[in-house]
């Protein structure tokens, strides 16, 4: 709630709206006062710990805050899920592996894992290639920020945000009927009939993806430019001055040059794709066979009660990100010794 | 092999009315090693670069051989540069980096391989064919860039101060080095950097540029005993030349109390009643009294066998700086007061308003 917003408000209103206003501000301002309090003293303790075992006191106290919030927040939960997975719907009864081989079994699970599998084999590559071909032509161009500003500016968008977009974009009115989806309407103008775009499998999946790849593009277009514009300028010159080409010298100095980015930015969106829950949920829910693990293990959990088939499928994802974590850290630790 | 011809050649950076490289002719014969050499930013990097192809020439042209090539493409102008930080390839090995050209050129395995070992025998590189140049040490790396410009066999080797990135011991080694490798493989080299001592040892010919002017072009020995200007004069040599204003008298210069001779109709051609006068640091003499410039000792650098007599001087009510060059054992000593004359045959006079060359060149002195 801005000021602004409240100044035209009734007084009454006005007055409440304000309190509320300023509660909430002290609120903050306690938990601020709080938080250096502890801070401090943490940090006085450190200091009068006894000169023996000071190092090891020391970090204990440092490190104590960071791994209590991850034990509360990551490790906790973490088991818990893992435990949950072979457990019975309210998480009572030991039922062994049933929740994996429902998995396996049902239809429609099977489809939200193959629609998974689709979604992370075309967005990390497509975005990746889309965003590096826009870095590389609009590299050194007049407008350069412009041309960036624009293709970012969707990262700048909630997933949720963009799903209402392009909802709209989607848009389906009966023939005959003004058309309020540019998508419809471009089809109309070049004399087809407009479709339901987000009804007919598999291919509504595929545009459930466009929105996912119009969002990540940004994102790997800017971490790739960077990269791009760090490539020292005199080795692509001695690679033009070797005789090579623009083809050549993109093959053999720019990839190599570039490939830890690319590495990052292709394993970074692979797991934000993988996990993706947001556009699926707000476009269709999971309907018409467009449903992805994340979407089918908040609908098993949170609508269903099925707290062990959600967990279930919780593990399963994690299963799948987890590869992708591991080699990202490893080609990390590898490009560090090159350079 | 070839000859490199600049005709005219001009670069004007976009956005600029003054010319970084200003209507530049240069002729470099086949296998000649020239050096390009000047105070930062007086163009001698863009001058190569526009014989690379990597800067565009905006007027003129430029020759190799009897090709123009002024307008023709880096990769097509069959040359190869030596960078200054060697722009190597990071992710290749040394033997992938040398290789490179010829894997583009499409030349095959076994004799890219040959080649490039031919090549690394030559640098003593063998050791490090299959290193990354991270593994490698700055004077390697060197070689490496050396080795990728030879491995290509080309018309023409650029080198934009290739040693400046060496430490000075290993950079007087590999000074020497690449002068007689350059004249062992006869390959016309053209040659960057703004250390007049790299200029004088390496070149067969040097060309001094400021300010994107061409100022003289000339062997060693030329630039040294007959700069054709007050700022060749003082560019070339180290420690560099005294150079002073003074007053035109009847059979020469004033020198203090003294005089410099030169021929009079020499100075006849001079504007005003003034010249610069140049001496170099070893054509002073040096006396304890009589006719010639008294000279203050201000501090004497010992350097062994000889030594560098620095003080000050006042001509005309204004101060110069003296150098001298003076025997290692027997010298003035700081605070000391001297006097100073010329060796006659070695006085070069310049116009003291355009600091144009007014005495005829120096012939070499008999007897050497």
Request: hydrophobic letters at 50%; glycine letters at 8%; one cysteine or more.
């Amino acid at each position: 709630m801005t000021l602004v917003s409240i100044a035209g408000l009734p007084a009454a209103a006005r007055g409440d709206l304000l309190g509320q206003f300023l509660e909430k501000f002290g609120l903050v301002i306690i938990g601020l006062a709080v938080f250096a309090a502890v801070i401090g003293l943490i940090l006085f303790i450190a200091d009068k710990a006894p000169k023996r075992g000071r190092d090891v006191i020391q970090l204990l106290l440092f490190v104590a805050p960071a791994v209590i919030l991850l034990a509360v927040g990551l490790v906790y939960p973490a088991i818990r899920t893992a435990v949950l997975a072979f457990f019975d719907a309210r998480g009572e009864n030991f039922i062994g592996f049933d929740n994996f081989v429902w998995m396996f079994t049902q239809p429609t699970i099977l489809t939200t894992i193959l629609n998974t599998l689709v979604w992370v084999a075309l967005v990390p590559t497509i975005s990746t290639i889309v965003g590096m071909a826009y870095a590389i032509f609009i590299d050194k161009s007049k407008g350069e920020k412009v041309l960036k500003s624009i293709v970012f500016m969707p990262m700048a968008i909630s997933f949720v945000g963009a799903g209402v977009i392009w909802t709209f974009v989607y848009a389906y009115k009966a023939t005959g009927f003004e058309q309020t989806g540019i998508l419809n309407q471009i089809v109309v103008w070049l004399g087809g009939e407009p479709q339901q775009w987000l009804l007919v499998p598999p291919w509504n999946t595929l545009f459930l993806i466009i929105v996912m790849i119009w969002i990540q593009t940004g994102f790997a277009m800017v971490l790739i430019s960077a990269a791009i514009k760090g490539i020292p300028t005199e080795i692509v010159e001695a690679a033009r001055l070797d005789g090579a080409n623009p083809w050549q010298s993109f093959w053999n100095v720019t990839i190599p040059g570039i490939r830890g980015t690319l590495v990052v930015v292709v394993t970074t969106i692979s797991i934000a794709t993988l996990k993706v829950f947001d556009i699926v949920r707000a476009m269709t829910a999971g309907n018409f066979n467009t449903s992805v693990i994340a979407n089918e293990m908040y609908t098993q959990a949170f609508r269903q009660g099925q707290f062990g088939q959600g967990a279930a499928l919780a593990l399963i994802l994690f299963v799948m990100v987890l590869p992708i974590v591991i080699y990202n850290v490893r080609v990390l630790r590898k490009q560090r010794e090159i350079r | 092999m070839a000859t490199v011809t600049f005709d005219k050649a001009t670069r004007i950076y976009p956005g600029s009315t003054k010319p970084a490289v200003d209507a530049i002719d240069i002729e470099v014969a086949d296998g000649e090693f020239l050096v390009l050499v000047g105070p930062s930013g007086c163009g001698k990097s863009t001058t190569l670069r526009m014989l690379a192809g990597l800067e565009e020439v905006n007027d003129g042209h430029i020759y190799i051989g009897d090709r123009d090539v002024t307008d023709v493409p880096p990769k097509d102008r069959d040359i190869a540069m030596v960078f200054q930080n060697y722009a190597l390839y990071p992710h290749m090995t040394v033997a992938e980096n040398m290789g490179f050209a010829l894997k583009i050129q499409g030349v095959n395995k076994e004799e890219r391989a040959q080649r490039v070992l031919e090549a690394a025998q030559l640098l003593d590189l063998e050791p490090y064919l299959g290193r990354k140049p991270k593994a490698l040490s700055g004077g390697q790396r060197q070689r490496v860039a050396m080795g990728r410009a030879i491995v290509r066999q080309p018309q023409v080797f650029l080198m934009d101060e290739p040693l400046s990135n060496l430490d000075a011991k290993l950079r007087v080694q590999t000074r020497t080095q690449i002068a007689s490798l350059q004249r062992r493989l006869g390959v016309t080299t053209v040659y960057v950097t703004h250390d007049q001592t790299e200029a004088l040892t390496m070149g067969d010919r040097i060309a001094v540029l400021k300010d994107g002017v061409l100022q003289q072009v000339g062997t060693p020995r030329d630039l040294y005993e007959s700069p054709s200007n007050v700022f060749v004069a003082g560019f070339i040599g180290s420690p560099a030349m005294n150079l002073f204003t003074t007053k035109i008298v009847s059979d020469g210069l004033q020198f203090g109390t003294g005089v410099a001779k030169v021929d009079r109709d020499v100075v006849a051609s001079a504007t005003g009643g003034t010249a610069t006068v140049g001496i170099r640091p070893e054509d002073l003499q040096i006396k304890s009294s009589g006719e010639g410039l008294p000279v203050e000792v201000d501090v004497v650098e010992e350097l062994g066998a000889d030594g560098y007599l620095y003080g000050h001087a006042e001509v005309d009510g204004q101060r110069v700086d003296i150098v001298a060059r003076v025997d290692g054992r027997k010298h003035p000593n700081a605070g000391e007061k001297i006097v100073v004359t010329p060796v006659p045959q070695h006085v070069h006079a310049f116009d003291s308003e355009s600091g144009e060359r007014l005495t005829k060149p120096v012939s070499a002195p008999a007897g050497v």
